[in-house]
């Protein structure tokens, strides 16, 4: 018997049916999924509850969505009843989700839709971009999760994944455009949405950013990463530049009947059109001497209140006060019960402060 010739062993390539089996068994329940087996049988998800919810997931956790979703969309079935709602009942229905612009925008757009398309969203990505507050990671996500288009939706959990798949040791963000590449190759025609969604729970789930169970991925075979022992390197980030910190001071005055004076801050700016204590601009040198919102037998609460925007750290000194019924002018009063709970995190923090100090 002659040698045979040895057999080339080609590498094992990814395929999506492998992760929509996965996706099968384990897609998490969430209020605004549409189950696969539900799917199967017909369910079409409601374009207006994946708007919402992706709306919702910019920039913040699932867990931290689930309750606001349900609250909406109970408050709000339909995209015309979220229309018809006043901008201050959204403004407060939204506090605590932060990044507030996008309260704005999610007005804007469900106004823009009830009024200008019948209340039907588009489907495809172009049209969907065309709408207040929907980028293209958005749109992507609605035209495959509501629409079953087979957009290429990539945010931080894909973008892990596909590095690790491929082994891509370039980092982020300068990788960006090689990871939409291969996350497109990969994308099938059948099942986009429910695939979409796969890949997103494999990255929160099993491929996550420290400690990957690549033991129970789907894709353990012809992961590279994995083969290579690099997974919990990848992706490798520049390093970002350090944010700077910024200063200012809020004032909390308490009248006797346990009303707090309040502003609705400048529609532009950050978190406009939200409510807020009276304060400073916030500078990047800690206000010297600043003249308070009105004369009143004003002392500091004694302690900074510390939060982290996007681009800057921001310190907060609050200073407090109890005040006449008929003091501040200019502000309106709300009980502090009831204040608390439409404050955006940075005034609830320092909310806290002013009314611990008082009762202090
Ligand atoms: Fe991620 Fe591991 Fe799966 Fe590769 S095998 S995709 S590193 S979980």
Request: hydrophobic residues 45%; positive net charge; proline residues 10%.
């Amino acid at each position: 018997m002659g040698n045979a010739e040895p057999q080339s062993i080609l590498p094992e390539t990814a395929r999506a049916a492998d992760l929509l089996l996965w996706y099968d068994r384990m897609a998490r329940p969430m209020p605004w999924r549409v189950a696969p087996k539900d799917r199967r049988a017909g369910v079409l998800p409601d374009p207006y509850r994946v708007w919402l919810s992706e709306v919702m997931l910019q920039q913040t956790t699932v867990a931290a969505v689930r309750r606001y979703f349900v609250d909406f969309t109970t408050r709000w079935p339909r995209v015309t009843d979220l229309a018809a709602a006043g901008d201050a009942d959204v403004m407060a229905a939204w506090a605590g989700l932060g990044y507030y612009a996008r309260a704005r925008n999610l007005l804007k757009c469900a106004r823009v839709v009830a009024n200008d398309l019948n209340g039907v969203f588009p489907a495809t990505e172009a049209a969907l971009r065309e709408l207040p507050g929907i980028g293209p990671y958005t749109a992507a996500a609605i035209a495959a999760i509501a629409f079953d288009r087979p957009a290429v939706v990539l945010d931080g959990n894909v973008e892990r994944v596909m590095a690790r798949l491929h082994a891509v040791t370039d980092p982020l963000p300068g990788s960006k455009e090689t990871l939409r590449a291969l996350a497109a190759d990969l994308t099938p025609s059948d099942r986009p949405g429910d695939y979409a969604q796969g890949v997103m729970d494999l990255g929160a789930t099993v491929c996550t950013p420290r400690s990957p169970a690549c033991g129970i991925c789907p894709w353990q075979s012809p992961c590279r990463a994995r083969a290579l022992g690099i997974a919990a390197d990848l992706p490798r980030k520049t390093p970002k530049a350090d944010k700077p910190t910024r200063y200012g001071i809020a004032w909390l005055a308490l009248r006797p009947d346990g009303t707090v004076l309040v502003e609705t801050r400048p529609e532009r700016g950050l978190l406009g059109g939200m409510l807020g204590l009276p304060g400073t601009s916030w500078t990047d040198t800690p206000p010297a001497d600043p003249t308070p919102p009105f004369a009143a037998a004003w002392h500091d609460a004694g302690f900074e209140v510390r939060h982290t925007f996007t681009h800057f750290h921001l310190r907060l000194r609050v200073r407090v006060t109890r005040v006449p019924g008929d003091a501040g002018h200019g502000y309106f009063p709300l009980p502090a019960d009831t204040l608390r709970p439409r404050l955006p995190t940075v005034m609830r923090k320092a909310f806290d402060a002013g009314m611990a100090a008082l009762a202090g």
